[in-house]
């Protein structure tokens, strides 16, 4: 058996099935500068590559609508390149800032429903209290169920079924989600 070096052995990984997606995604970006050009590739980034569509990050919201205009030349190009074509492109500046960071949930991440971690006041709380991150499925439930209960206590009511319900739906409705669903049914 003979010794391999390490780019064979990562052109042996991404010739696996499963490792598709990192070959097509290393393929963008090892030809991104050249398909846009030098002085746009220093204002954008590719971000992922995700059914089949690019994300790509902008310095400016002018850069992600110019290059919007003239995603299906970029395509053409990058797709030269590609074993499986890629349909499209989006920009956007929202992950312009991350440039060198790992990427760590946003604020709103940690204020919707379904967000289990600890947040701020959490935090600050456990710190006083010496309350433990939750280890187990059953503390993160639990923990998320008080969440949602505390909640909906500050939540308005639905005018027709009387339940909790967010201020948005009420202003885009009139009534919760739900009662609106059933309105549309009828």
Request: glycine share 4%; proline share 6%; net charge positive.
């Amino acid at each position: 058996m003979a010794l391999e070096g390490l780019s064979g052995l990562i052109k042996g990984l991404e010739d696996q099935d499963s490792w598709q997606a990192q070959r097509q995604f290393r393929l963008v970006v090892q030809h991104w500068p050249k398909s846009v050009g030098f002085a746009v590739a220093r204002q954008t980034r590719p971000i992922a590559i995700q059914r089949s569509t690019l994300y790509v990050a902008t310095a400016t919201a002018v850069w992600a609508q110019t290059l919007a205009y003239e995603r299906l030349k970029i395509l053409r190009k990058l797709n030269r390149h590609q074993r499986q074509p890629i349909k499209n492109i989006r920009f956007s500046t929202a992950q312009w800032a991350q440039r060198d960071r790992p990427q760590e949930p946003t604020a709103n991440a940690h204020q919707h429903p379904s967000y289990i971690g600890m947040q701020t006041d959490d935090l600050q709380q456990s710190s006083q209290s010496k309350e433990k991150v939750p280890q187990t499925p059953a503390e993160a439930f639990d923990r998320w169920s008080t969440t949602m209960q505390n909640m909906q206590r500050s939540q308005p009511l639905c005018p027709r079924c009387r339940c909790y319900c967010p201020q948005g739906e009420l202003d885009r409705w009139s009534v919760c989600s739900l009662c609106a669903a059933k309105s549309w049914n009828k």
